[in-house]
């Protein structure tokens, strides 16, 4: 069974920088693509950043030149680098992985609060 666990959450100021870590665990997994999402308080859950097996990777617009996205193949994380925040970067994130059969798996969700 896939597990994801996120790290890195937790308190910035606008205009600092976080990262964020989704580490893959339980056994050998064929990776499709994984990704990023969040949700801000009182609205949807949006994708922010995806990275594909091909090293292609996707940003909503609203983080195109503040945030990347990356991964370590031999430690089988994914990280998100955070610049130049803002405080419609706060929500909870959560890293999403999607196996060679399509097969969504998620964790559990990290708070991230940007403050004024």
């Known amino acids: 069974q896939v597990h994801l666990v996120e790290s890195g959450g937790g308190l910035v100021e606008a205009g600092g920088s976080m990262r964020l870590s989704c580490g893959v665990s339980?056994?050998?997994?064929?990776?499709?693509?994984i990704g990023w999402h969040r949700q801000a308080p009182g609205k949807e859950r949006e994708l922010v950043a995806s990275?594909?097996?091909?090293?292609?990777?996707y940003y909503i617009d609203s983080v195109q030149g503040r945030f990347t996205i990356s991964r370590d193949n031999g430690e089988n994380t994914v990280y998100l680098q955070m610049n130049n925040m803002k405080l419609e970067d706060t929500g909870v994130y959560t890293c999403?992985?999607?196996?060679?059969?399509?097969?969504?798996?998620w964790g559990q969700g990290i708070q991230v609060t940007v403050s004024s």
């Open positions: 999403l992985l999607f196996d060679h059969f399509l097969t969504p798996f």
């Open positions: 990275i594909k097996n091909s090293g292609e990777a």
């Open positions: 339980g056994g050998t997994v064929n990776i499709n693509s």
